[in-house]
């Protein structure tokens, strides 16, 4: 018996090995790096002036950080373009999802080559549609001006360039949301919808009040991802707008960009990033206690 003990227990002492490796690459990555920037954020460091030397602050960088108005421009900046990013991907995601369910040819390779949008690498995405928005010879000036209006200078106008943003993203990834929410409306059990039509429910009720809180988990899903990763935007930001006009596209992600990058302030940009890190937080806890996330998956 106690060989036998002895013997479970080096497989088990095996086995637990082969988890090492990845538990330490997971804290090389992930932890070391947070812990550093938290650290980092509490003193002053200019990389480019390497004269000025290291020196400890405390929380003055938060503080500054707080009273600087450029900082709080792109907290709100964040949320406008990420907002309305956002919000007509869900909408758009939920119509095409409703139309994927047809049953008509090749709606299969439909569903296939719909996704293909979310491969492309973003900042081959801004540069596309940066080529789209050109004002002498951009792709939609010269629809606009077949249909008798003048050219317009999207990318010159604060709303502009704001909405020249969400419809790129939109555009790559709306097909992600909606085979998410597609997966839900597919996994609605075959004898609800019969029993709804039994009852008599038109498309509208069953819409609202069948569909809708069946397919909420997937709802909430593609929500949370989409609002995580377009917080973190910066690849068409920097491909179509850099920022501008006038600072009207300089998101946080941009912001910690320019202070660490362009102005070399690490420890500013450090606190900056923890920041933007508590920012997603409380968002995300927001909206799962929006969707009552603790009771919508137990009740599944």
Same mark, same amino acid.
């Given at each position: ?9 080096n ?11 990845g538990?330490l690459?997971?804290i ?7 812990i ?5 954020s509490?003193?002053?460091? @200019?990389i480019?002036r390497?004269?000025? =030397?290291?020196h400890? $602050? /405390?929380?003055?960088?938060? #503080?500054?950080?707080?009273?600087? !108005?450029?900082?709080?421009?792109g907290?709100?900046?964040?949320f406008?373009?990420l ?7 869900l909408?758009l995601?939920?119509f095409v999802?409703?139309?994927?369910t047809?049953?008509?040819?090749g ?5 296939a ?5 979310t491969?492309v690498?973003?900042?081959v995405?801004?540069l596309l549609?940066l080529l ?8 939609? @000036? ?5 249909? =008798?209006?003048?050219? $317009? /200078?999207?990318?010159t106008t #604060?709303?502009?360039g704001?909405? !020249?943003?969400?419809i790129a ?6 097909p992600f ?8 409306i ?11 039509k039994?009852?008599?429910?038109n ?5 609202f009040y069948i ?16 609002t995580?990763?377009?917080f ?6 920097y491909?179509i707008?850099? =920022?501008g006009p ?12 320019i202070?660490?990058f362009?102005?070399?302030e690490?420890?500013?940009?450090a ?16 909206i799962l206690k929006?969707?009552?996330?603790d ?5 599944r």
């Amino acid at each position: 018996m106690a060989l036998l003990d002895s013997k479970h227990r080096n497989q088990l002492l095996v086995r637990s090995s082969f988890f090492v490796p990845g538990t330490l690459l997971l804290i090389g990555l992930s932890v070391f790096p947070f812990i550093y920037a938290i650290v980092l954020s509490l003193f002053n460091w @200019n990389i480019a002036r390497p004269q000025w =030397g290291i020196h400890f $602050v /405390s929380i003055k960088n938060y #503080i500054s950080l707080l009273q600087a !108005a450029r900082f709080r421009h792109g907290i709100v900046t964040t949320f406008i373009i990420l907002g309305g990013s956002v919000a007509l991907q869900l909408v758009l995601g939920i119509f095409v999802a409703l139309l994927l369910t047809n049953k008509v040819k090749g709606i299969r390779i439909i569903r296939a080559l719909i996704i293909l949008p979310t491969v492309v690498t973003p900042v081959v995405v801004g540069l596309l549609w940066l080529l789209l928005y050109k004002y002498d010879f951009g792709l939609i @000036n010269f629809m606009v001006t077949k249909i =008798g209006l003048s050219p $317009v /200078s999207w990318l010159t106008t #604060i709303w502009g360039g704001r909405f !020249a943003l969400m419809i790129a993203d939109t555009w790559q990834w709306t097909p992600f949301v909606t085979l998410v929410i597609l997966a839900g409306i597919m996994s609605i059990p075959r004898s609800m919808i019969e029993a709804s039509k039994v009852d008599g429910t038109n498309s509208i009720q069953y819409f609202f009040y069948i569909m809708l809180p069946m397919i909420k988990p997937s709802i909430l899903v593609a929500l949370l991802i989409r609002t995580i990763d377009g917080f973190r935007v910066f690849d068409k930001i920097y491909a179509i707008t850099k =920022g501008g006009p006038g600072g009207a596209t300089e998101t946080l992600s941009y912001y910690i960009y320019i202070r660490g990058f362009n102005n070399f302030e690490m420890g500013v940009a450090a606190a900056a990033s923890i920041f933007f890190l508590i920012i997603v937080t409380i968002v995300v806890q927001i909206i799962l206690k929006v969707f009552g996330a603790d009771k919508l998956f137990v009740s599944r």
